[in-house]
């Protein structure tokens, strides 16, 4: 459920405005407040959504619902240096959430159901054309993003680059000082921590260094670990906090 709607540099705009959304939601006051400004941003979403014919068409500002002219003309003071983004954030049915939701949001953290996605504009005065900025997703109420997404570049694409537009997003920052992360780390960190020890254990064993009879194993043992690094990297990037982390919430959140 839509819970709020926030709009920065766009016409009156400067932003960051709030717009709360209810079942019931009155938009009034004096002319020229910006009344029609967000009904306005609504309609540029939905026609970017239902008209664009170009995928390479990140928003588009003349259409059947709405004409807003050029980036110029909507953006805040028409200072085409300035971003224009939007951000909503909704109210998720825990009951509708999948079961592995819960395995990565600690029980203890009530508001980890607001979800929040910001999408960033900008206008790119080589080719005189509106991008994509970046895409930021937010949990709770931290205020800090989960994850930013922004696009890949030009010479960063697979070299099948007619089925990648410039709309093709890469993962730009994971937030590892997020609530989420921390709380969730601070539930898992002992079994982490128990995998960790028993892949070393295998390390151990596998040198047989737990033997008493075998002599002069410590001058031997940097040798040995070297022949055995790959293997102990395979092992060990598995349970790697951050890999275990952006692996498990990419596969439920993305």
């Known amino acids: 459920m839509l819970r709020e709607y926030q709009l920065t540099n766009f016409k009156a705009f400067a932003g960051p405005e709030k717009l709360p959304i209810r079942p019931i939601t009155l938009i009034y006051g004096p002319n020229s407040s910006g009344k029609s400004s ?6 540029l979403l939905k026609q970017t959504l239902q008209e664009a014919e170009d995928p390479d068409t990140v928003l588009l500002p003349k259409g059947n619902l709405v004409n807003l002219g050029s980036y110029r003309e909507f953006i805040h003071q028409h200072d085409v240096s300035q ?15 999948q079961e592995d939701f819960w395995k990565i ?7 980890a159901s607001i979800l929040e996605l910001q999408v960033t504009f900008a206008y790119d005065e080589e080719t005189s054309n509106v991008v994509l900025s970046s895409i930021e997703l937010f ?9 930013c997404y922004r696009p890949l570049e030009q010479n960063s694409r697979p070299d099948e680059s007619e089925s990648f537009h410039n709309t093709a997003l890469k993962k730009d920052i994971i937030n590892d000082q997020h609530i989420i992360w921390l709380k969730w780390y601070e539930q898992v960190k002992e079994v982490i921590s128990k995998r960790r020890e028993e892949e070393v254990k295998k390390i151990f064993i596998k040198l047989k260094l737990q033997e008493k009879r075998r002599k002069g194993w410590t001058k031997r043992l940097p040798e040995e670990l070297y022949d055995c690094k790959k293997e102990l990297e395979d092992n ?7 890999e275990i982390e952006r692996k498990e919430v990419e596969k439920v959140l993305f």
């Open 38 to 43: 967000v009904l306005q941003s609504l309609l």
């Open 83 to 97: 971003s224009f983004s939007f951000k909503v954030k909704l109210k998720l049915d825990e009951q509708e959430l």
């Open 105 to 111: 949001v600690p029980e203890n953290f009530e508001l």
């Open 139 to 147: 949990l709770g109420e931290d205020s800090s993003s989960l994850i």
């Open 236 to 242: 060990l990037v598995e349970i790697n906090r951050d």
